[in-house]
C-alpha cells in the first residue's frame, strides 16, 4: 500500500465523514423544522437522483477541465450546498440542494477512484477496493456522531460538514498524481439485465429501496420515536458498523452454496429482523440497537449477493459494463425507497420504514424461490467470488475484482 493510497483513502475518509454526519442531520433538522414525512422522502429521494445525473455529467466535467480542477469544483459545491441547507430552511429548496448535494459527492468519489485506480496495478486492486469499500462505509459510520457535537437547530453541524469535506481536500489536492483519463464504459440496458438474469436486477432494485430508505429515512424514524440525538447517532453507527462486520462472511457463505437460495434466506432474514423492529418499536421494549446491528449486516449483504449472483451469468469480460448497469438499478431503487417510506410514515407513523423494509426483503424472497422453481442453478464452478460492494460510483468498479474490460460485449442470454 503505497502513501499516495494511503492519503487519497484518508483525504476521502474524512469527505465521507462530513457526507455520513450531514445526511443524519438533514433528517433529524427535517423534523424539527415540521416538514411532512412525504417532503422529508421527497428531499432524501433527491440525493440518489442527483448521484444519477452526475453518473453521466461527472466525467464530462472531467474530461473537460481536468481532475484537478474538477475536484475543487465539486469540492466547493459539495462545502457549499452543506451551509446553504442551515441557512436557508425550506423544503422545497433543499430538495434542489440535495440533488446539487448528490452530484457533488458523485463527482468527489469519481475524481477519487480514478486516481486510486491509477495507483493499484494486478492483484493489489482486489485488495485496495476491499479496503477502500469497508473504510467507506466505517467513515460514514463515524460522522453519526459528530451529531452529538453541536444543536441541531443552529448552523454548528452544517458549518462542521462543510469543514469536514473541505478539510478532507486538502490532502488529495497537494498529492502528486498523474491524471488518468476516465472512459466511462456504456451500462448494460436494464432489459438485457433482465434477461440475463432477472433475480440478479430484481435483488438489486429491492437492496437499493432497502438501503436508499435506511439512509434517508431513519433520523426521522428516530426523531418520531422521540429519540435522543446519540441514540439516533447510536442507531445509525450500529446498522452501519454491522454492514461492515458481517457483510463478508455472509457474501462467502453464499460461495459455497446455490446463490438464489443465499439470497432468498438473506432476505427473508432481513424482512424477519425488520419486523422485530417493528415489534420493538410498538411495545416499547429493548433490543433496537441490536436489531439494527444486526439488520445492517443483512441489509447491505443484498447488494451484493444479487451482484455476484448475476456475475454467476456473465462470460469473462462482460462483468464491468454489467455491474455498472446493475449500480443504476441500485440508483433507482434508493430514489424510490424514501418516497415509499414518506408516504407510508404518513400513513402508519414510525412503523412505515421497517414496514416497507420487510415487505420488500419479503418480497424479493419470494421472487427468489420463483426463480429457483424455474431453473436449475449454474455449475458451482461457474459461480464468481463475492465482493463486499458499498455504492459509491461506476469508477470503482474498475477496481472490483471480477472486472475485465472487454472490447466487445456480448452477453449471454442464459437466465437464473
Excluded at 104 to 128: D, I
Excluded at 134 to 142: E, N, R
Excluded at 373 to 378: F, K, Q
Aim: overall charge neutral; hydrophobic content about 55%; charged content about 10%.
Amino acid at each position: 500500500m503505497t502513501p499516495t493510497i494511503l492519503i487519497l483513502l484518508g483525504g476521502l475518509s474524512t469527505i465521507l465523514v462530513g457526507v455520513g454526519l450531514l445526511g443524519t442531520l438533514l433528517g433529524v433538522r427535517a423534523n424539527l423544522a415540521t416538514f411532512s414525512d412525504l417532503q422529508t422522502g421527497l428531499i432524501m429521494a433527491a440525493y440518489y437522483v442527483g448521484y444519477i445525473i452526475g453518473t453521466n455529467l461527472a466525467p464530462r466535467i472531467i474530461r473537460n477541465v481536468g481532475h484537478i480542477r474538477a475536484f475543487a469544483a465539486f469540492a466547493a459545491l459539495a462545502s457549499a450546498t452543506s451551509l446553504a441547507f442551515g441557512l436557508l430552511v425550506q423544503p422545497w429548496v433543499w430538495l434542489l440542494l440535495r440533488v446539487i448535494n448528490g452530484l457533488s459527492v458523485l463527482g468527489l468519489y469519481v475524481v477519487v477512484e480514478s486516481w486510486l485506480n491509477e495507483q493499484s496495478t494486478g492483484p493489489a486492486r482486489g485488495r485496495l477496493f476491499s479496503l477502500y469499500m469497508t473504510s467507506t462505509l466505517l467513515a460514514l459510520g463515524a460522522g453519526q456522531f459528530l451529531l452529538l457535537a453541536g444543536d441541531t437547530l443552529d448552523m454548528t453541524l452544517f458549518a462542521l460538514a462543510a469543514i469536514l469535506i473541505s478539510a478532507g481536500v486538502i490532502p488529495v489536492a497537494i498529492t502528486r498524481v498523474t491524471e488518468p483519463r476516465i472512459e466511462m464504459a456504456v451500462p448494460v440496458p436494464f432489459a438485457q439485465l433482465l434477461r440475463i438474469s432477472p433475480l440478479g436486477a430484481v435483488g438489486t432494485f429491492g437492496a437499493g429501496i432497502i438501503n436508499g430508505a435506511f439512509w434517508g429515512m431513519t433520523p426521522l424514524f428516530g426523531q418520531t420515536l422521540a429519540l435522543e440525538e446519540r441514540q439516533i447517532a447510536l442507531l445509525m453507527s450500529a446498522t452501519i458498523l454491522g454492514g461492515a462486520v458481517l457483510q463478508r462472511p455472509i457474501g462467502h457463505l453464499s460461495d459455497f452454496m446455490d446463490r438464489r437460495l443465499m439470497l432468498v434466506l438473506t432476505g427473508s432474514a432481513t424482512a424477519v429482523v425488520a419486523a422485530i423492529a417493528g415489534f420493538i418499536v410498538i411495545e416499547g421494549r429493548a433490543g433496537l440497537v441490536f436489531s439494527a446491528c444486526l439488520y445492517g449486516g443483512l441489509m447491505f449483504s443484498l447488494y451484493g449477493i444479487s451482484v455476484a449472483h448475476t456475475n454467476d451469468h456473465l462470460q469473462h469480460g462482460q462483468v464491468l459494463e454489467a455491474t455498472r448497469g446493475l449500480l443504476l438499478i441500485f440508483g433507482l431503487g434508493a430514489v424510490c425507497g424514501p418516497l415509499l417510506v414518506g408516504l407510508a410514515m404518513k400513513a402508519a407513523g414510525p412503523l412505515g420504514l421497517p414496514a416497507v423494509s420487510a415487505l420488500t426483503a419479503a418480497a424479493l424472497a419470494l421472487f427468489g424461490i420463483y426463480r429457483m422453481l424455474r431453473r436449475a442453478p449454474p455449475p458451482r464452478a461457474a459461480q464468481s467470488e463475492f465482493v463486499p460492494l458499498v455504492r459509491t460510483s461506476p469508477v470503482a468498479l474498475e477496481m472490483y475484482p471480477e472486472a475485465d474490460v472487454s472490447p466487445e460485449l456480448e452477453l449471454t442470454k442464459r437466465e437464473d
